[in-house]
């Protein structure tokens, strides 16, 4: 069974960047689509994008495009999320969450595990 | 851009059966999934593919699919249940997730 693990909780300011990190452990980053999902206090989940290293396959919800990048690295089995030009709307609890490749190319993929999610805090 | 819609809150009595529903433009021609999230806690997936049930997730747990909404029902609910529940489907290969709704157990 895969089990994610990500950086810890980060306090930034507004205008800055922030990448957070997602290691797989028990199964190697290749074989799953990688997820990002965020969570604002007291909000409900929010899909930002997601990536299969092994295709090569990256897609960003919309309302991210331009200001979120999400990469992998299949040596260390680790995928990252970076959001930049950060405001404090973006203060959530980020998630990483693996899914089958297939399924997430087919449309019917489904978050099968979770990391422990990562505290982003914007404040000036 | 496609929306999925949960009601808020549902209240159940311990050993009676809850159903929260979820809905969305074609829902029924799509996968649509649940996760059960508690307080401070990650999401754990719950149904996918409408109806199927993951390994170690009880039996009354279960989904439907149809026209333009998803319901997930609890059979004989219990105080363990109450969380927050979420849907989730794909449009256009984005992700798309229910406001969730609250299940509590009273």
């Known amino acids: ?124 | 851009s496609y929306e999925l819609t949960q009601p808020p809150s549902v209240s159940v009595s311990p050993g009676q059966p809850a159903s929260i529903t979820c809905s969305g433009d074609k829902l029924g021609d799509k996968y649509a999934c649940w996760y059960q999230q508690r307080p401070g806690q990650s999401p754990v997936l719950v149904i996918y593919q409408d109806n199927k049930r993951p390994s170690g997730i009880p039996e009354r747990f279960s989904g439907s699919n149809s026209g333009n909404a998803a319901t997930l029902t609890i059979s004989g609910t219990q105080a363990m249940d109450e969380a927050d529940y979420y849907c989730q489907a794909w449009d256009s290969s984005t992700g798309v997730f229910g406001g969730g709704t609250k299940l509590t157990v009273l």
């Open chain 1, 1 to 124: 069974q895969v089990q994610l693990v990500q950086s810890g909780a980060e306090v930034k300011k507004p205008g800055s960047s922030v990448k957070v990190s997602c290691k797989t452990s028990g199964g190697t980053i290749s074989s799953y689509a990688i997820s990002w999902v965020r969570q604002a206090p007291g909000q409900g989940l929010e899909w930002m994008g997601g990536i299969i290293p092994i295709l090569g396959m990256l897609n960003y919800a919309q309302r991210f495009q331009g200001r979120v990048t999400i990469t992998a690295d299949e040596s260390t089995s680790t995928a990252y999320m970076e959001l930049s030009s950060l405001r404090s709307e973006d203060t959530a609890v980020y998630y990483c969450a693996t899914s089958t490749p297939e399924d997430y190319v087919s449309g019917s993929g489904t978050f099968d595990y979770w990391g422990q999610g990562t505290l982003v805090t914007v404040s000036s």
